[in-house]
C-alpha cells in the first residue's frame, strides 16, 4: 500500500472534489408498505370519525368561525366536530406539491411528489459543543448554527436550530429573522407565535425579497411547522399561524407530536389514527383559510419509554410509525414531513443508530423533508454542533444515493477487467486513473486510518474529529445572504419597531 | 412525569418482557432496484463474457479438471475459460434456496427467498474491549464472543469472530470446532483451510449430531464462506473447500471481496461485473462437484479510500453495489449474502452510522444473511466486545420490523380516543394498561434518561454501558450445546487427532 499511497498524494494537490450533486434530490427508493391499502384505509375512515363524532379542541373562535361556515358545529363541550365532507373537500383543494422560494433560485425548495429534503434540527431552547460545553441557546449559537448549516448541502432549508434565549421576547421574532436573511440563501423559517410576530416577520421577508404583499402571497417564501396539542387540541397561536400562513400563501407543516402510549394510543395504529385526525384539522383549517394554501401533512410519532414516560426515538415503534405515515400522506394527497431524531445525551454510538435509523424510515416512507435530521441531541433538548456535522455526514451520504449509477459499457470496465491480470490490482489501470480523482464521495468526519495511525494521532473519536470540522467550518464562513442596501433597509425598519416596544408572543 | 413513573416502577417486578419474534425473521421490505432489468442484465453477460473470453485462473488441478470436464478450456496462459452454457447450467441446477440444521431445529438457518438472517463480525484477527485493550485474538476471546453472540437473539449463525491465534495452526480447528458446538446451539462455521482440516471438521460435527456420512451429507450442517482472490483468481484452499463443501452437501457462501479501485474496476457497475464473473465461477465449481449443492451468492463491494488505499465501508459506494449485488443474486436465482461492516477504529459514532449504513443496503437488497453484522471494527481487524452488542441492539430493532403492525379495530383505539379528553394524556387509559408492558421493543444499551439524570450518573456514553451489558451476560451465560457425553466423545477423538499431531493448514 505504501508506495500506492505515495502515489495518490503527489496527485493530491491536483486533485478535483468530486461534484454530486446534493440538492434537487429525488428519492430513489421504492416506496414501502407496511400497511395494505385497506388498512390504511381503515386508519383514514377511522380519523374522520373521530373528527366527526369526538371533535377537536380549537382555541381560536376565529378558526371555529372559519369550520362552523363549511358546516362543522361546535358543541356545548366546546369541541369542534368536522365531518368528512369538509375533509375530503380541503384534501382536494390542497396541492400535491409546491416550490418554497429561497433567497437563491438553487435553493427552492421543491416539495413536489418524489422530492428529497433535509431540515436541521429545530427548537432546541439548548446548545452544546465540545469545547464550551452545554448551555442555554444565545443568539450567538443561532447565528453560528445557521451559519454552520447554511454551509452544509445536504441541508436544505433554514430552521431554528436553537433558541437565542438571552434575546428577549418581543423583539428576538426580529433578531431570527435578521440573521436567516443575512447568513444563508436557504428558504427561512417564521415560528407561529401570535399573530402580530408572524405578520412581521412576513413584512421583513418582503421587504428584504422586495415583494409586495400580493407578489409575496403569489408563492411561499418561508413556512412555519405547527405542533398540535396532542391530543385533539390546536391552541390559539397554532390555529391562527395555520390561517395567517395560509391566508398569505405560505407553507405550513401540521405536525400532531404523538407519543405512543403517553399523548396517543400505546397502538402505532392507534397513535397514527390519532395523528391522522389532528393531522387533517390542521390541513381542513388551512384550506379554509385559503382554498389550495401550500400546507405538508407532518409526522412525528414514537414511543415513549413505558418506565419514565420519557420519549424514544429511532426506535422500531418510530421506523414502523414512520413509514406507515408515509402511505398516510400519500392516501391525503400531500407532500409528507418526516422526522429524524434520538434521545441521546452524547454524539455518540447510541445517537448515530437512533438518528440513522429514523432517517432510513423518514426516506423509505417518502418523505419531501425530513425535519431534525442533523444536529438533535436529547430528543430535541439540545442542538449539538458536533452532532450537526456527523448527522450532515449522513445527509451527505443519502444526497450520494440519490445520484443513479452509471452502467453503460465504458463503466462495465470489461477493458481493464481483461488487461489486469489475476492477482493483479486497478491502483494503475487507465479505467481507474481516469476516474478516481472524483469517483468516491467524501464524508466529512469518517477515516479509514489504520489503528496504528489513528492511535499515534491520538486515538480521536468521531465527536471529536467533528469539533475540528465544525471549527474549520466556522472560520471560514462567508455569509451568502440578501444584498447589503436590503439588510440596512431591514435594520432601519427593525429599529423602528424595536424603539416602538417589538411584538410580544401571543399578541 | 414523576408520579407516572412511579406509577410505572411500582409495577416493575410484574412486567413480564416483549417476545417479539427474534427467529425465523421475513424481510419486510420492498426489494429496491437501483439498476434496470436492462442494465443487471448486461452486468450478467459481461460476467459471463469475462469467464469465456478472459478466463479465470484456478490454482487447483482437480478443480480445473471438472471444468475442463464440463466443456471449459484451460489455455496456455494457465487460465481456464469457462463458457455460457456451464454458467446456465450451474444456475438451473443450485437451489434457489435451502436451510442450515443447526444444534437445535429452532435455530435452523432458513435461507429460502425472503429468509432474513444475521451473523456476527468474523475473521478478525485481533479481539478488543474497553476492559482489558486491544489484543491478538486468543481461544478465550473466541470462546468468549462465541457465548455472547449464542446469548443474542437476532445473531442466527456462528462465525470465527475472533482468531484463537494463541493455538497451534496444527490443532486450531479442533478447538474452534469444539468451542461452537459445545457453547451455542446455532448452525457452526468451518474454515476452508486445506482439506484435512475440512475433513475433520466434518467428521467431528458428524460425530456429535450422531449422522452417518449419508445422513450428514443430506442436508448442510455447516457452512464455509469462500472468497475470491480478485480479480480472477481462486487459490487451491479456496477452489477444494468449495469442492470438499459441495460434495458433503455442505453450504459454501462464495464471496469475491471487490474493492473499488483496487482489486476491482473504481465504477460501482465495474466492480460488480468482476464480483459476479467471480461468484459464478465459484457457483459453477460447486455444481459441478455436486449438482444441487447448496450455494449462497455472496457480495462484499466497497471502495477504498483513494489517497491511501485503505477500504472503506458503509458508504454510498458501498450501500449502491449491496442494493444492485442482490438484484444480480435475484438475476442467478440464488440466495444473496450481504455485508455490513466499519472502518472506524473505536465503537463510536463513525461505526454505529457506517454498521448501520452497511446494514440497511443488506436488508433492502433482500440478504437471505448479513456477514458480519455485529461486532466487526477497522474494516474487520478487530472483533470488539462493545461493538457487538450495540451492533446487536441494531440487529434487534430490525427483527422488530419483521413483526407485523397490527392494524385491526382494537388496536386503532377508537374508544380510547374518544375517552381521553383533550389535554389529557393515555397512560392510564385500558387500552395502554392492558398492553403497555409488552408494547415496545426493549433496547440493549440505548438510554432515554434525561441529561441532568444522565451526567449525574456519570455521563456514560454508549460504549461504556456495552461493557456493562457484555460483562453481566458473559458472567450470567449457560452454554446450550451439545449434550455432554457427545461431547465427551468428541474430546476423545480430538485427543487421539492432536496426538496424532493434528492436521496442518494447506494439507
Not at 280 to 309: C, E
Not at 360 to 385: D, K, M, P, R
Not at 475 to 497: N, S, Y
Amino acid at each position: 500500500m505504501g508506495e500506492r499511497r505515495g502515489g495518490r498524494n503527489r496527485r493530491e494537490d491536483a486533485a478535483p472534489a468530486r461534484t454530486a450533486p446534493r440538492r434537487g434530490l429525488r428519492n430513489p427508493f421504492a416506496p414501502q408498505s407496511f400497511l395494505s391499502a385497506d388498512e390504511i384505509e381503515g386508519i383514514h375512515r377511522a380519523a374522520l370519525r373521530i373528527l366527526a363524532e369526538h371533535g377537536i379542541d380549537i382555541l381560536s373562535a376565529e378558526a371555529r368561525a372559519l369550520l362552523r361556515a363549511a358546516g362543522a358545529a361546535t358543541g356545548p363541550d366546546g369541541l369542534t366536530r368536522i365531518g368528512p365532507e369538509i375533509v375530503e373537500a380541503a384534501l382536494a383543494s390542497a396541492p400535491a406539491g409546491f416550490t418554497i422560494r429561497a433567497g437563491e433560485p438553487a435553493h427552492d425548495l421543491d416539495l413536489s411528489p418524489g422530492a428529497l429534503n433535509f431540515g436541521p434540527g429545530a427548537g432546541c431552547p439548548n446548545a452544546t459543543d465540545r469545547r464550551r460545553g452545554r448551555r442555554a441557546g444565545s443568539l450567538r449559537d443561532f447565528e453560528e448554527l445557521t451559519r454552520l448549516a447554511a454551509g452544509l448541502d445536504a441541508i436544505h432549508i433554514q430552521a431554528p436550530m436553537t433558541e437565542p434565549q438571552d434575546t428577549p421576547p418581543q423583539i428576538r421574532h426580529y433578531a431570527m429573522t435578521r440573521a436567516q436573511l443575512s447568513l444563508s440563501p436557504k428558504a427561512p423559517f417564521v415560528y407561529a407565535r401570535g399573530r402580530r410576530q408572524v405578520e412581521e416577520c412576513f413584512e421583513m421577508l418582503a421587504l428584504v425579497r422586495r415583494l409586495d404583499s400580493e407578489g409575496f402571497a403569489s408563492a411561499p417564501h418561508c413556512y412555519t411547522v405547527v405542533n398540535t396539542n396532542s391530543p385533539r387540541r390546536i391552541d390559539s397561536a397554532m390555529a391562527e399561524g395555520i390561517i395567517d400562513h395560509a391566508r398569505a400563501g405560505q407553507a405550513v407543516i401540521v405536525t400532531p407530536f404523538c407519543l405512543l402510549g403517553a399523548m396517543a394510543p400505546v397502538t402505532v395504529a392507534g397513535a397514527l389514527t390519532l395523528q391522522h385526525a389532528e393531522a387533517l384539522a390542521g390541513i381542513v383549517l388551512a384550506q379554509l383559510a385559503r382554498p389550495g394554501a401550500p400546507v405538508v401533512y407532518g409526522a412525528f410519532a414514537t414511543n415513549v419509554d413505558m418506565r419514565s414516560g420519557a420519549p424514544a426515538f429511532g426506535t422500531p415503534e418510530h421506523v414502523k410509525a414512520a413509514l406507515i405515515s408515509g402511505q398516510l400522506a400519500r392516501r391525503a394527497g400531500l407532500p409528507w414531513r418526516g422526522s429524524a431524531g434520538t434521545a441521546s445525551n452524547a454524539p455518540d454510538a447510541q445517537g448515530a443508530a437512533e438518528t440513522s435509523a429514523s432517517l432510513w424510515a423518514a426516506v423509505l416512507g417518502g418523505a419531501a423533508i425530513v425535519i431534525h435530521a442533523a444536529g438533535w441531541l436529547e430528543g430535541g433538548l439540545t442542538h449539538s454542533y458536533e452532532k450537526l456535522i456527523l448527522d450532515a455526514e449522513m445527509l451527505e451520504g443519502f444526497a450520494e444515493l440519490c445520484a443513479p449509477v452509471v452502467a453503460d459499457e465504458a463503466s462495465l470496465a470489461l477493458d481493464a477487467i481483461g488487461e489486469t491480470p489475476p492477482g493483479g490490482h486497478f491502483f494503475a489501470a487507465t479505467h481507474t486513473m481516469d476516474r478516481y480523482r472524483t469517483a468516491f464521495h467524501e464524508p466529512l468526519v469518517a477515516t479509514t486510518a489504520n489503528f496504528g495511525q489513528w492511535d499515534e494521532a491520538g486515538a480521536a473519536e468521531a465527536a471529536e474529529r467533528a469539533t475540528i470540522v465544525w471549527e474549520a467550518r466556522l472560520a471560514a464562513f462567508t455569509p451568502v445572504g440578501a444584498p447589503a442596501e436590503r439588510l440596512a433597509a431591514l435594520d432601519e425598519w427593525i429599529a423602528k419597531r424595536a424603539e416602538a416596544g417589538g411584538a410580544p408572543p401571543g399578541d
